[in-house]
């Protein structure tokens, strides 16, 4: 009997994958829940594991491009008839002829696979939660805990990363912890990461079976414990890439040998150049992954480039950006701003503002009230489109783009209009923290209705900065530089920064826009007029 197995719904708005690799070839044995092949979507790339014991057929080739629900391979299950026929003989008795499979060494994966399964009714799935309307996947960062270890209820034992935040997952229950999914991976959400066996039932299996996997690493490269063997995590192989460096030349740390993002990130170019002559015999289990990464000579020595495939995460970015700028009409508009009167301040009052508030001074808390006082002045800029309506905020939830270790994210300062400067500033470090320490929570990261991102800290003297959807406008600082400007008929040499708003030209006409950016011009060049009000 042969059962088909046809490509998984992975998310909404996902209709088609890509095969990227096949782990296994046609032909070759293999157990249930054993990784076959690796699928990619345009958001996310993951496993797809085998539904049953037999022998693999596969039907699409790496490459392929698949609808959802498309037959992709099948699995003859061949190798469960023999065991229904093993125990014929002796009917009764079948379930007792554990004792007997330990006898059996050739072969110890079924062996841990037959105790499981009285205790499949003291085992449950850890999954991926939802975390947050817009998320379709996320990306397992880092393992708490170790494959065999015991877990307590609430402990955390993994955490995970979205494309807008990290999050801990905790142990739904005592018990077992057996992982199945590893660090780098991306996972669905409602997929399963891990599973817990109550009580302990399973303790034994992965300690038995993990020097079994050791033992047969060297002879057996198709043992159903040892497929990942030299196999990078998608992580793990898009820094390898970057790197130059071939799988094969690297050690694995994870489960079976899988190659994981912290083995790709202390590996080093050096040592993998001189051992690439002596990697021909694993390269059959490479080659799926060797096109990817491979350096192609352009025939003149030293001048060689090399062919990468777009990851899933920047597949993600650029098709948002096209998209804002596709569905948008974004206008840029500039001016520039004399940043002595600020300076000034500052230098005045830093010192005694930090003793009293226990924060530093910053332009940010200066840049934010000026721009919630001019969004309430024209709230036009505060609005979004939502379908054949406009949306007018009263309230200014500004988003401050913060760079973090991971790529760009932008928290949102709530309710800037009623904060004071000292709330503004305390409100910047903390969420600048939890940045760093991307401990940002997704409620942290949505709802904004005006955006301001700082160019300057980067060394930016101009640019146009493109809207953070479904707003309709964006605010870009720029670095300050002293410049001859004329003041009262005399040229003088002042701090100028140049400011940029990008807004959508479909809601926001040319006249509020320029009286927008004018009007934050006017406030920070005379900051009274922050405190005041006017």
């Known amino acids: 009997m042969a059962i088909e197995m046809k490509v998984p719904s992975v998310g909404e708005s996902v209709s088609e994958v890509t095969i990227a690799s096949w782990i296994k070839k046609d032909g070759d044995t293999v157990k ?7 699928l990619e979507s ?8 085998a539904e049953a014991d037999g022998i693999l057929r596969i039907v699409a080739a790496e490459g392929t491009t698949l609808p959802i629900g498309a037959l992709i391979c099948k699995i003859e299950t061949t190798n469960d008839k023999p065991q229904a026929s093993t125990p014929a003989p002796e009917p009764t008795p079948a379930p007792k002829e554990e004792p007997k499979a330990p006898a059996a060494e050739p072969t110890p994966a079924p062996v841990a696979t037959t105790p499981a399964a009285p205790a499949e009714g003291k085992t449950i799935d850890v999954v991926v939660p939802a975390v947050g309307e817009s998320i379709s ?9 170790k494959d065999g270890d015991s877990v307590k209820m609430d402990e955390v034992i993994c955490e995970l990363e979205s494309d807008k935040a990290t999050f801990e997952l905790p142990s739904p229950e005592n018990g077992v912890i057996t992982i199945v999914a590893q660090a780098g991976q991306v996972i669905p959400i409602g997929g399963v990461v891990a599973k817990i066996a109550i009580g302990g039932a399973v303790n034994t299996a992965p300690a038995a079976t993990q020097p079994a996997a050791q033992e047969e690493k060297p002879a057996t490269p198709a043992s159903g414990n040892n497929y990942a063997a030299g196999h990078p995590s998608p992580v793990a192989a898009k820094v390898l890439a970057e790197k130059g460096i071939d799988p094969a030349t690297v050690q694995g740390t994870g ?15 050096t040592p993998a150049q001189p051992t690439a002559p002596s990697t021909p015999q694993p390269t059959p289990a490479t080659e799926p992954k060797a096109p990817a990464s491979t350096p192609v000579a352009s025939g003149v020595e030293g001048r060689i480039s090399r062919r990468e495939k777009m990851t899933s995460l920047r597949k993600t970015i650029a098709r948002r950006l096209v998209a804002v700028k596709q569905e948008t009409a974004m206008l840029t508009t500039f001016n520039e701003v004399d ?13 005694k503002f930090k003793e009293t508030h226990g ?29 054949d309506e406009i949306v007018y905020n009263d309230y200014a939830d500004i988003a401050i783009a913060v760079s973090a270790p991971r790529g760009l994210v932008v ?3 709530r309710n800037a209009e009623k904060l004071s400067f000292a709330g503004i500033e305390s409100e910047v470090v903390r969420l600048a923290g939890k940045a760093r320490d991307n401990k940002l929570t997704i409620e942290e990261m949505t709802g904004g209705t005006f955006t301001i991102t700082n160019g300057g800290i980067f060394g930016s003297m101009l640019s146009t900065p493109i809207i953070n959807a479904p707003q309709s406008a964006i605010l870009g600082m720029h670095n300050i530089v002293e410049r001859p400007v004329v003041v009262n008929g005399e040229i003088v040499i002042r701090p100028i920064m140049y400011v940029a708003l990008s807004y959508d030209h479909r809601t926001i006409d040319g006249k509020d826009s320029v009286s927008f950016l004018v009007r934050v011009k006017q406030l920070l060049e005379d900051p009274a007029r922050i405190l005041l009000g006017v």
């Open 32 to 38: 249930m829940d054993e990784v076959i092949c690796e």
């Open 359 to 387: 924060v530093g001074l910053g332009f940010m808390s200066f840049f934010t009230k000026a721009c919630a006082i001019a969004l309430k002045d024209f709230p036009v800029v505060n609005a979004y489109i939502d379908g």
């Open 137 to 145: 996947e996320v990306t397992i960062a880092s393992w708490s805990k």
């Open 411 to 413: 928290p949102v300062i």
């Open 42 to 49: 345009d958001k996310a790339t993951f496993e797809l594991p």
């Open 339 to 351: 940043m002595k009167p600020i300076m000034d301040l500052r230098a005045k009052y830093k010192d």
């Open 255 to 269: 489960v079976g040998g899988r190659i994981m993002k912290e083995d790709a990130l202390k590996a080093t170019p």
